[in-house]
């Protein structure tokens, strides 16, 4: 059981102690246990932790059941309150048993679905933890000090077999050769993991020198035109998509976000202040055909990209009303155009993870 979880029902209000409370946690790793890749049944328990609809209408009523039948009195009504705790815990549970991709994907899912902690949500830790495994698996990734400590047998062929082969015993043979190629397996596979280790660096190293060329340059790579000649709102969107096109392996630099501050730093800082989501996403929209970017999709875990998906497809401000619905976010919010142009590079990692998955 995690040391917080009575803490997290107290912020709720809700009173669950002594035995109750392990039986609710029987029932946490129940739900955690199966959920092994990223698919609609991990990513709904996200949505609901945030208050939004899970792609199958039936989940909370799964999740309900299977907490009922660890405790027959668990109430059936009037439990959205706890419902969204417990699977705002089971994807704790999940992200800190360090499922790399799937716990990195759930990382990211949260961080965007809440919009960079913008919206409430039934207890603090969920972001926090979220936060501290995409800084955590971001530095472990780029940690150039680390060494592989890989055993590595001797390989040297035993005596054994060697008298063995001087004499022609071959009754020795067998259980001798068996020896030495369960040496030879072991070897191999010190050699592989010591080849992945240094292909990962040789790609995050040209994964730095392409970010270093790139904001040395501060053009942008699909347009061949300097950033501060598009307009910042254009620039907002276009710069953390170059970027995350430029990011080679999740979860990004953990510097992602100075990276794309600083690219921003070209335009006056008046430009850069805060500005309604809805003029925000008016001005993306109408220069986007313009950007070559790649087509998003409307999902309530990536609310930017189904903002500006929306507003492509309607006019004017009609899109605001599906939006407004879908991610119980208001259109009418000021958010400074740094946070913007964050939200939307962690969008598009989200996106290519989720895409991964869907090819493992």
């Known amino acids: 059981m995690h040391e917080h979880f009575q803490d997290w029902y107290r912020e709720i209000q809700f009173p669950v102690v002594g035995n109750k409370l392990q039986l609710r946690w029987d029932a946490i790793e129940e739900i955690a246990k199966p959920i092994a890749s990223v698919d609609d049944s991990s990513l709904d328990l996200v949505k609901i932790y945030l208050g939004l609809d899970p792609n199958n209408p039936s989940r909370r009523d799964e999740l309900a059941s299977t907490i009922l ?7 059936n009504r009037r439990n959205s309150r706890e419902i969204r705790l417990i699977s705002g815990v089971v994807i704790a549970h999940i992200i800190d048993s360090n499922i790399d991709h799937l716990s990195t994907t759930l990382s990211l899912a949260i961080s965007c679905g809440s919009f960079q902690g913008i919206k409430k949500t039934p207890f603090k830790d969920g972001l926090n933890i979220a936060r501290r495994h995409l800084r955590k698996a971001s530095l472990e ?9 890989t055993s590595r047998p001797d390989l040297t062929i035993p005596n054994e077999l060697s008298d063995a082969i001087d004499q022609n015993d071959f009754t020795a043979y067998g259980g001798i050769l068996l020896k030495t ?3 030879l ?3 191999l596979t010190a050699i592989s993991s ?3 280790s240094t292909n990962r660096r040789v790609i995050l190293q040209q994964e730095e020198i392409d970010i270093l060329w790139w904001m040395i340059n501060k053009r942008s790579k699909n347009l061949q035109k300097p950033f501060n000649k598009l307009g910042v709102y254009l620039a907002s969107i276009l710069i953390p998509n170059e970027l995350a096109e430029t990011t080679r392996v999740l979860p990004g630099p953990y510097s992602a976000k100075v990276f794309l501050d600083s690219m921003l730093d070209t335009f006056p800082s008046e430009e850069l202040r805060k500005i309604t989501l809805r003029k925000i996403v008016n001005e993306i929209s109408r220069e986007w055909n313009n950007a070559t970017l790649e087509s998003t999709y409307k999902d309530a875990l990536l609310p930017l990209s189904f903002a500006i998906t929306s507003a492509l497809e309607q006019d004017d401000d009609d899109w605001i009303g599906e939006f407004e619905e879908a991610t119980n976010m208001k259109a009418n919010r000021q958010f400074a155009l740094s946070l913007i142009s964050y939200q939307f590079y962690q969008e598009r990692l989200l996106q290519r993870a989720i895409a991964q998955s869907s090819k493992r």
């Open 181 to 183: 190629l369960n040496l």
């Open 141 to 149: 990734l780029r940690d150039w000090t680390s060494t592989d400590n």
């Open 194 to 196: 010591e080849l992945q």
């Open 185 to 187: 397996a072991r070897r």
């Open 69 to 75: 039948k660890h405790d027959p009195e668990f109430s």
